[in-house]
């Protein structure tokens, strides 16, 4: 979970080579209406914005490790959290179903290829099965060719037909929304 205590975490791994679309953004793009820059001067601003946000007891996402190592980061909560989602004409609710959203999932450069996206995703199920959410929604990426690393922060089509989510909606011929339904755990 990011916390104020795994924070230097997150930092560390967005100064990674590759980060460079997650330092401007720092997943607060969805989270704003309106025109949001991801200018050198907006990027301070975009990383108080989810700083404040950890400092006020929300966890906005998930840090991934291996051996200590922050590797990877997955933003997700409540779709409502993410204000622009309704604005897009690709990512707008499809039912009024409560669900929560996966807006970006990031693995550093330097440890890409190890599987690291899939562990963050299955973290992420888990972590919303606790948190009592019965749906998760994602907005990936479904192109015959591969795209540029830097522009699959949403994710493939792939990797999550492979965590048991099934497309729900088409609105554009190279996006999507997919969705999986959580059960709760059951006590053992």
Excluded at 31 to 60: E, F, M
Excluded at 150 to 163: K, N, T, V
């Amino acid at each position: 979970m990011l916390t104020e205590q795994t924070w230097a975490d997150l930092e560390q791994l967005f100064d990674l080579p590759g980060g460079s679309i997650v330092r401007g953004c720092w997943c607060v793009y969805y989270r704003k209406s309106g025109k949001v820059s991801v200018s050198q001067a907006a990027r301070l601003g975009n990383k108080q914005h989810l700083h404040a946000l950890v400092r006020s007891g929300v966890v906005p996402g998930l840090v991934g490790y291996a051996d200590g190592t922050p590797v990877g980061w997955i933003s997700l909560g409540p779709r409502e959290d993410y204000r622009k989602l309704e604005r897009s004409r690709v990512m707008k609710a499809v039912d009024d179903l409560p669900v929560w959203s996966i807006v970006c999932t990031y693995v550093a450069k330097v440890h890409r290829g190890k599987g690291y996206q899939h562990k963050l995703l299955a973290g992420a199920v888990d972590y919303a099965r606790k948190q009592g959410v019965r749906m998760l929604e994602a907005y990936p990426v479904d192109k015959p060719q591969r795209s540029h690393d830097d522009f699959m922060f949403f994710g493939s089509r792939r990797l999550y037909e492979r965590a048991g989510f099934r497309e729900v909606v088409r609105r554009s011929p190279t996006r999507l929304v997919m969705r999986r339904g959580l059960r709760p755990r059951r006590a053992s």
